[in-house]
């Protein structure tokens, strides 16, 4: 038996070329949203490879139709027939970094910083999403098998490429390869703490549907002085549609968008008030005051059992410097809709689109051009035996017991691994909310990043146990 307390010691040795590995893997922008950032996905996805099987493990990148899908096999030596075999899924790519000039260092030139706070924070793009994240489990890996020879359960590591664009090609790839990848359950790195010292396991994550709107009026752009009056603005109907999307308390007003919402249990409700989170605090961090949500419920509730509908961009018309006086031919605008309880995706979308159909006027023409799909929520049974031992395992390292709790970002392929491969997930991150995911300035605490390493080391052990 090697003693955890060793295995622990080597992570902590080796945590400064553990540093290392990861700044090399921040420097490649494996941006996979943006097709001229493919090759950099592949130097991505091989630099992983190439690390695993350095490790002992099989691993290998796998052609998709998009980027690549790292899958890697481990076997640990003289294994008991009934040692668990566990998933563990990340993703190598990251966002774009845009606005480039609102980085205070290079988003590709990972920096390591003490900020005024005495705090100290990895920065550049990825670092908290998710290559931080994923690459505590691959640390956890070589500590156990720097120490002992092996690892204690059976692995297969899932590192995909195409998160952040939402994973076209897992669901065929999964489907393709049922027996492959089917384990007794997934173990996810991609969530958030409770806070720097509350350890977490997320059991809810909503669902997320996109769509893209054009309209257009006229034919051509026009001149605004010869046919201001009788033209009908493109601009003006698409904001007429956005106006229209919330009523004064914050409810969505698509009619049947709140199918399949259910109220929350008030056991649950109970549950999140003991929290005794700060909506206020929440808040200000981020440079406001009041929640724009539905009126009446709490802030976690809106964040973590009410579905949402955003705008996330919207443009049209002259956008130069000074003025032009015209009457744009189109006004576009991306939705995107975050789905709780039984909401269907597609029903959503469908809801969506008549109800800014009702709103075109004659003279205008609506297309929809989102890209379809959508996933709807997950929930996961806190029952589940690998939550109690993830629990453990974390308050053996935090000295803090778990939070269990709900998240409002979508990690689609959690509704996957149960519908096609029949595992339950287990989300354990180490993010925090000030990381700034997908935002300039990105950043993992370097304790993050640390004591990531170290609870992997023990969950591995209990799963192993
Ligand atoms: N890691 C995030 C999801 C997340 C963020 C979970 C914060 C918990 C806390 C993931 O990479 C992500 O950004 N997902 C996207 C969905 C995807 C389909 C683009 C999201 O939530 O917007
Ligand atoms: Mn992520
Ligand atoms: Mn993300």
Known sequence: MTDLNAVLAAADSDFDNSLERLFTLVRI??????????????????????????????????????????VAHYTPKDAADDVPHLLFYGHYDVQPADPLELWKTPPFEPTLKKDADGVERIYGRGTGDDKGQFMTFVEAARAWIKTSGS?????????????????????????????????????VCDTSMWDAKTPAITTRLRGLVHEEVTITGPRIDLHSGMYGGPAMNPIRVLS?????????????????????VADLPKSTKKQWQSLKFSEAKFLKEVGLKEPAGERGKSVLEQIWARPTAEVNGIWGGYQGVGTKTVIPSKAHAKFTFRLVGKQNPQKVLKAFQKFVKGLVPKDCKVEFSGRGGGSPATEIPEDNPFIAKSAKALKDEFRRDAVLMGSGGSIPICRSFKDILG????????????????????????????RGIRSWVRIMDELGK
Do not use: W
Not at 32 to 48: H, W
Not at 243 to 257: E, M, N, Q, R, S
Not at 423 to 448: C, Q, R, T, W
């Open 29 to 70: 922008p494996s941006i996979s949203t943006d097709p001229a950032y493919n090759d950099d996905c592949d130097k991505a996805a091989r630099a992983v490879v190439d690390d695993l099987n350095a490790l002992g493990f099989k691993a290998q990148a796998r052609k998709t139709p998009g980027r690549p899908m790292v």
């Open 240 to 260: 007429k549609v956005i106006a229209a999307l919330h009523d004064k308390t914050g409810k969505v007003t698509i009619p049947g968008f709140y199918d399949g």
């Open 151 to 187: 690892l204690p359960i059976k692995a297969t590591f899932l590192i995909e490429g195409e998160e952040e664009s939402g994973s076209p090609s897992l669901v065929p790839f999964l489907k393709a390869h049922v027996d492959e990848l089917s384990c007794d359950a997934a173990f």
């Open 423 to 450: 595992m339950d997930s287990v989300l354990v991150g180490f993010g925090l909310n000030d990381d700034a995911i997908h935002s300039p300035n990105e950043k993992y605490n370097l304790s993050s990043f640390q």
